[in-house]
């Protein structure tokens, strides 16, 4: 017995795109296909800066010195389709592969910001509340730069919720499911991430204070055919670089 089916081309999703905000937390520098390796910036001698050489490398403290050099480096990522409907196939995975990316480049940018506090600018705390997060915005004050970024894990964005509301002013839940922006606290914004830890919360100034993300290489694909599977790869990459021009502008609020 046959039987006749109508196929249609449908992802059945299983959760919302991410939105990416490491770009909103430091400097970006489009440096448009540089040709070497590495980028040098300047910075003060006194700040201590931190590099990151490769992707999931630990991050490298650069002190007494005016420049700094940063290395370029590569994400990447690879996924298969098949080629019937590939056109469709095709714009759902290089989605899907620009997703992964982005998650890969917050996931490095937030390591190497939580690495990078110095223990002078840790708060540890059994519960956040009122006063270690006001303590954590004085000590960036105390250091001539103001809060601009706080930045938290989804389910820390409860003791932000319940502050008052002439302290922390949110936004609507459907600009912050679009922007991942939570709202504003005395005029910082309050950014989640599912890449942060659930008990660290980051306190961080404008981004010119931060540092500088140099992007050599855009999001660009690559589509290999293998036509015995009757499939199409795609390889997807970008080349970045990372660089903290001073440590002391960040705080961490540690909840143990």
């Not at 059945?12 to 990416?20: D, M, S, T």
């Not at 001698?45 to 590569?74: H, Q, W, Y």
């Not at 000590?139 to 989804?154: R, Y």
Request: hydrophobic share 40%.
């Amino acid at each position: 017995m046959m039987f006749n089916f109508f196929k249609r081309e449908m992802q059945l999703e299983e959760e919302e795109r991410y939105i990416p905000i490491g770009r909103n937390l430091l400097r970006v520098d489009n440096i448009k296909k540089y040709k070497d390796n590495n980028i040098l910036y300047k910075k003060k001698v006194e700040s201590k800066a931190f590099i990151i050489e490769r992707r999931g490398c630990i991050p490298d403290s650069i002190t007494n010195s005016e420049d700094v050099l940063v290395p370029l480096f590569e994400i990447a990522c690879k996924d298969t389709y098949g080629i019937i409907n590939k056109n469709i196939s095709s714009r759902r995975t290089k989605a899907e592969l620009r997703e992964k990316i982005s998650k890969t480049e917050d996931g490095e940018i937030i390591r190497i910001i939580s690495g990078s506090c110095i223990e002078h600018n840790t708060i540890r705390v059994t519960k956040a509340n009122k006063e270690s997060i006001l303590m954590a915005i004085g000590i960036l004050e105390n250091n001539h730069v103001g809060a601009k970024n706080i930045l938290i894990n989804p389910l820390s964005s409860v003791y932000f919720r319940t502050l008052d509301k002439k302290i922390f002013k949110p936004y609507s839940y459907r600009k912050y499911r679009k922007t991942s922006c939570l709202g504003k606290l005395l005029g910082a914004k309050v950014w989640v991430s599912t890449r942060m830890l659930p008990q660290i919360i980051l306190f961080l100034p404008d981004k010119k204070y931060l540092g500088v993300l140099p992007i050599n290489q855009k999001t660009s694909f690559r589509v290999f055919d293998e036509l015995n599977n009757l499939k199409e790869s795609i390889v997807a990459w970008e080349s970045i670089g990372i660089c903290l021009s001073n440590s002391d502008n960040i705080v961490k609020i540690i909840i143990d």
